[in-house]
Structures are given as C-alpha cells and as structure tokens.
C-alpha cells in the first residue's frame, strides 16, 4: 500500500468518525439527575410581561421529586396562589428527549453543575417561535431559562428565568 492510500485511508477514517459523532444524540439519565431527588427550593420567577414588555419578578417556592422516569415538580407563587402548578416531565426516546424537548447539548462541569439545553418549537405572543429552554442545575441552585426567537426574525430574548436555592 503507498503512502497516498494509507493517507486516503486515514483521511476516510477521519470523516466517518466525525459524521458518525455528529449524529450521536445527547441524552440525560435518571441518574444524572437524582441529586433533584426529593428537594425543595425557593427563589423567584422573573417573566417578561406580554403586554408591555416589562420584567416582571416574583417569589416562588417549589419542590421536586422523582419516581421511575419521571421528575414530579410542584410550583408556588407567593402573592399569586391561583398560579400554583405541579407537571411532570418524563424522560423520552432513551433519554434524548426531556418532556417534549429535544435534548440539543448537555454539560456536566467538574464540580458537578450539569446544564442542559433543549428545543422545541411551538407559540409565543400567538406567533410561532424556536424555544429553547436551559435547565442548570447542581445540589444547591436549579434554574430554568427560557428563551424565545420567533420565526421572523434571528434573534433570541430571554421570556422567564426561573432562579431557586435548595432550602
């Protein structure tokens, strides 16, 4: 074999190996989200308003708990009990799938902070939009971010931040 094959052949090599870590998918694991795992948190809400465009900032308390492949999260608004909720967000699709969105990236840093980003696309202010939502989480702070860019245009904007600190 020349030298111009086993160079072709490395090139080859090359390419399929990162076609093929590429297309791998991104996945989370039920371990991997266990320190969630019968907590609760306080912190707060902050929103942009639909209306006017104005931050909007509230408290709220929430626990979270998991059972089999599924993370049980119940919310409270202080000053606005009617806005109480409680969802479930089960694992889908080997774990590529976080409720309904797609697991695009996941990190977890050396101090075990894990960040995960998903995407779905869906509706927002009535119009439809690319979501991406931005869990990061460790045994102590839990956040979830949500950022919007609708379909007509190319940038993104933060619509809510939830922010808590483990009690």
Request: net charge positive.
């Amino acid at each position: 074999m020349t030298h111009l094959h086993k160079h072709i052949i490395t090139i080859a090599i090359t390419v399929i190996t990162l076609t093929v870590g590429a297309q791998s998918k991104t996945s989370i694991t039920m371990d991997e989200l266990s320190v969630l795992d019968n907590t609760q948190w306080t912190g707060e809400l902050m929103y942009v308003n639909y209306s006017d465009s104005r931050e909007v900032t509230l408290k709220t308390t929430m626990q979270i708990q998991i059972k089999g492949h599924k993370i049980l999260m119940s919310t409270q608004y202080d000053n606005e009990p009617s806005a109480n909720s409680k969802s479930t967000i089960k694992l889908k699709k080997n774990g590529t799938y976080f409720g309904n969105e797609k697991i695009i990236k996941k990190h977890i840093s050396e101090d075990g902070k894990t960040t995960l980003t998903t995407f779905y696309e869906g509706r927002d202010a009535n119009k439809p939009a690319k979501i991406y939502k931005t869990y990061v989480y460790d045994s102590n702070n839990f956040s979830v971010t949500k950022e919007v860019q609708f379909n007509d245009d190319s940038e993104k904007f933060v619509r809510n931040r939830y922010t808590y600190t483990k009690l």
